[in-house]
């Protein structure tokens, strides 16, 4: 009966669906769902690990998950990546790719070039001294008239310039009268009388009409032996002149010189025969053309240039002398025609070394550190002599910026070529950093009365770190500074005027959004003031009040090398105390020899140096 009852429950067919369900239930369960126990392995070998944070590059120890400024010094912070990928160059600097966005990290291809080395030179319009003439008076007598009777006055050949009242040709014109009369007989006494009128530059038409109207001739013409304009008149009515003495001195601007003063540092770069391309002040929007003819073979050696000298017609006039010119040569450099050439952007330097960060193969930006050789520099590039290789990739923007994440990371830097941590950028000390002991000051000797360690209350500011950048446009600034000090050496206020105001573009390009905190602040109270005494230099009528100007600005340019430092340079800051009427003034140069600005030749060797600067 049991048996009949169960055979009953399994012949149900919803009995059986069920069954069947709970049983493919248990099945997928003891598939899908393994023990607990069972170890999860995965692989690890294709995972990298980046983190992003946010560092300043003065202070490291700065870490901030999102970017800003940095609350030490105020400069804006920088994005670091640490990876943890093993097969990067332990020297190497791996920035991920948004960091590289971020920092606005340019590369490019190395490639060689024909290199063209650009020189600029200034100088003057000159007139040609081959076409001075001097207009003598050829008889003795005084000067009854002048027809010319000012400096400047435009004179053509053959033009009367004045009139002359001499008794000694009243004489010969008297014996000419005398021999006429007897020249059938006396032939050689009239030839003689006729030649000695020659002699006083008398003309053959001249002879011919005192001999026909039989009237002696009170007055004598003189006339003009050339076409120009006068540049000096020597005589005045009245004035008594023997034979030979000049009345006039007669420029022919025809054709002209331009005179342009060449560096000693540039002369390798020039050549007679070679083309040189010219603007004038005066004329602007006008490009002039002419070639090398004369390359002065003795340097100054107050002024330490040489005279370069191009000619050019002048017909119509436009140029006239003392105009300033500024002259561009482009020569091709053929002895560094098989080298690479990048931009200047691209190379850092610290001292005599000179180093550019190299993109290594792939598509991440991994940068390496690598010295190269420099050679001459071309406007906004360089030759490199070696260090580089054809088609390898450098950074050529954002270079500080990759830099400064080495420097964080502890691999080789500009300024730490060997790698290691560092606490911050070595031989800079920041707000906040702890100083040690064994830092220097930047100067090597210290200025009498002042205290170099930044005292400010003792005239000396207190160093700011600033960024490459800044620091490169600062340094052009300084360029700049050197040749208008040059200028004022020379005593020549018009050429100071002009470097004025190359040193005033200069400064206007100097970018003050690469400053922040308390160096932008001190920057925009620097370069106002720099802008308004350079300004005064551009506007000067005199040569001492350029000079005055100069002294101001000095001391202020002085304030700011000290305050943000320069690149590459060696300056020495040096005083003349008998400037300024006794109460003294500064200046800065970049030689050691004393090269007096504010006396010029009168007192060349005046002055001594009180401290030198080594960047």
């Known amino acids: 009966m049991k048996k009949l009852r169960l055979f009953n429950i399994f012949s149900n067919k919803y009995v059986n669906y069920s069954l069947i369900l ?16 069972k170890e999860v392995k995965h692989d690890h070998s294709t995972e990298v ?16 998950e999102q970017p800003g400024e940095c609350p030490i010094c105020g400069m804006e912070l920088i994005p670091l990546v640490k990876s943890s990928s093993s097969s990067i160059d332990p020297s190497a600097i791996h920035l991920s790719k948004e960091a590289a966005q971020l920092a606005n990290v340019l590369t490019s291809v190395v490639t060689k070039q024909i290199p063209v080395k650009e ?26 008239r002048l027809s010319v009777n000012f400096t400047g006055e435009s004179v053509t050949k053959g033009q009367v310039l004045a009139e002359i009242y001499s008794p000694e040709l009243i004489t010969a014109q008297q014996e000419l009268l005398e021999t006429v009369k007897t020249k059938q007989l006396q032939p050689e006494l009239y030839e003689a009388s006729k030649e000695k009128l020659r002699q006083w530059k008398l ?33 005045n009515t009245g004035d008594h002149v023997s034979q030979g003495t000049v009345l006039f001195d007669i420029a022919d601007l025809s054709k002209v010189w331009i005179m342009f003063d060449a560096y000693e540092s540039d002369l390798q770069f020039l050549h007679i025969g070679e083309k040189l391309s010219f603007t004038l002040q005066a004329l602007p929007g006008v490009d002039f053309a002419g070639n090398i003819i004369f390359i002065d073979p003795v340097i100054d050696p107050v002024t330490r240039v040489a005279k370069v000298r191009v000619e050019t017609g002048n017909q119509s006039g436009k140029l006239k002398p003392e105009m300033f010119a500024t002259g561009i040569v482009s020569t091709t450099l053929n002895e560094y025609r098989d080298n690479m050439v990048i931009p200047k952007t691209a190379v850092l330097w610290t001292g005599k070394r000179s180093v550019v960060y190299v993109k290594q193969p792939g598509d991440e930006p991994i940068f390496k550190l690598r010295e190269i050789g420099l050679g001459p520099m071309l406007g906004e590039s360089y030759v490199i002599t070696d260090g580089l290789i054809e088609g390898e990739e450098i950074v ?4 500080f910026s990759v830099d400064a994440a080495a420097q964080l990371e502890g691999k080789p830097s500009m300024m730490n070529p060997r790698g290691g941590k560092t606490s911050s950028m070595p031989g800079m000390i920041m707000p906040g950093d702890a100083k040690p002991d064994n830092v220097k000051p930047v100067n090597d000797t210290s200025m009498s009365g002042m205290d170099m360690q930044g005292d400010n209350s003792k005239g000396v500011p207190k160093k700011i770190d600033v960024s490459m950048d800044f ?23 018009k050429k100071a005027k002009q470097a004025a105001q190359e040193v005033q ?4 390009k100097v970018d003050m959004k690469l400053l922040t905190g308390d160096a932008h602040v001190q920057w925009m109270d620097i370069s106002g003031n720099l802008d308004h005494q350079i300004k005064l230099i551009v506007s000067a009528g005199q040569l001492e009040d350029a000079r005055t100007s100069f002294s101001n600005f000095s001391d202020l340019f002085y304030k700011a090398i000290r305050t943000f430092g320069l690149m590459g340079k060696t300056v020495h800051y040096q005083f003349c105390p008998m400037a300024k009427n006794g109460k003294g003034a500064y200046w800065l140069s970049e030689i050691i020899d004393i090269r007096n600005p504010y006396f010029g030749r009168k007192m060349i060797d ?6 030198t600067l080594n960047y």
């Open 22 to 37: 709970l049983f493919g239930t248990f099945i997928g369960w003891l598939v899908f769902n393994p023990s607990q126990n």
């Open 505 to 508: 573009q200069a400064l206007s």
């Open 49 to 64: 690990v980046q983190v992003t944070i946010w560092t300043c590059s003065m202070h490291p120890q700065i870490r901030m």
């Open 606 to 611: 005046c002055g001594e140096t009180k401290e």
């Open 119 to 144: 020189v600029r030179l200034y100088g003057k319009v000159q007139a040609d001294e081959r076409l001075f003439q001097s207009q003598v008076a050829h008889i003795p007598g005084r000067i009854e």
């Open 203 to 235: 003309t053959d038409d001249q002879i011919a009409k005192i001999e026909s109207s039989g009237v002696v001739q009170i007055n004598f013409e003189v006339v003009s032996n050339t076409a120009g304009a006068v540049t000096a008149r020597r005589v």
């Open 396 to 399: 050529t923007s954002g270079t």
């Open 471 to 493: 620091t490169m446009q600062l340094n052009t600034v300084f360029d700049y500074y050197i040749v208008l000090k040059d200028a004022f050496v020379q005593s020549d206020v």
